[in-house]
Nanobody, 119 residues
Framework: QVQLVESGGGLVQTGGSLRLSCVVS????????VGWFRQAPGKEREFVAR????????YYGDSVKGRFAISRDNAKNTVYLQMDSLKPEDTAVYYC????????????WGQGTQVTVSS
């Protein structure tokens, strides 16, 4: 079993920054991917970013490219999502999730953290 705990959400003004954290614990499986997703009220869940635990290789959704950065600290078992130049449309609950690198489906999810960007 894998546990994921997100933190770092909050209220920020347009143009501001936040850094989300996702602590990964439990029985992970070889090399794996950690992804960030978000879901706004009334909208489908949207892919934000992904990083491989052993190999980096960050990848971003089109709506956040150039503004968000995903990184990891292996010693702390933590993945970060640095969010800059925030916009009201970034308002959502942000989730981190884990999957084996070879799989396409994310098997484990955190509880989410709310990010609200005021205009």
């Amino acid at each position: 079993q894998v546990q994921l705990v997100e933190s770092g959400g909050g209220l920020v003004q347009t143009g501001g920054s936040l850094r989300l954290s996702c602590v990964v614990s439990g029985r992970t499986f070889g090399n794996y991917a950690v992804g960030w997703f978000r879901q706004a009220p009334g909208k489908e869940r949207e892919f934000v970013a992904r990083i491989f635990w052993n190999g980096g290789n960050p990848y971003y959704g089109d709506s956040v490219k150039g503004r968000f950065a995903i990184s990891r600290d292996n010693a702390k078992n933590t993945v970060y999502l640095q969010m800059d130049s925030l916009k009201p449309e970034d308002t959502a609950v942000y989730y981190c999730a884990v999957r084996p690198q070879s799989d396409s489906d994310y098997a484990y999810w955190g509880q989410g953290t709310q990010v609200t960007v005021s205009s």
